[in-house]
């Protein structure tokens, strides 16, 4: 079992920065792939980003490429979104997942475990 507790979400302006952090507890954090995913209100829950286990490779829809960046710290066991020039279509509860899968994908189901959510709110 692992547990997860994002932290770090809040209201921001357009074109503002948030870092969303992640901390797992209850297995070998190392042993799993992280991801974060959102779901928009009245919209299906979708892949933001996504780290392998060593921290060495990551991977990002379309939409946030160029501005979000995907981060981990096993020491600390804690796996960080860094979101930056935020635009009001970010808004959205963000979840962390985590995966045994090697290369789970952007499929939520690949991810067994799941925190509780943080919003983010971009006002313009």
């Known amino acids: 079992q692992v547990q997860l507790v994002e932290s770090g979400g809040g209201l921001v302006q357009a074109g503002g920065s948030l870092r969303l952090s992640c901390a797992a507890s209850?297995?070998?954090?190392?042993?799993?792939?992280m991801g974060w995913f959102r779901q928009a209100p009245g919209k299906e829950r979708e892949f933001v980003a996504r780290?392998?286990?060593?921290?060495?490779?990551?991977y990002y829809a379309d939409s946030v490429r160029g501005r979000f960046t995907i981060s981990r710290d096993n020491a600390k066991n804690t796996v960080y979104l860094q979101m930056n020039s935020l635009k009001l279509e970010d808004t959205a509860v963000y979840y962390c997942a985590a995966s045994r899968y090697v290369s789970p994908g952007s499929t939520g189901g690949n991810y067994r475990y799941w925190g509780q959510g943080t919003q983010v709110t971009v006002s313009s």
């Open positions: 780290i392998n286990r060593s921290g060495g490779s990551a």
């Open positions: 209850g297995r070998t954090f190392s042993d799993y792939t």
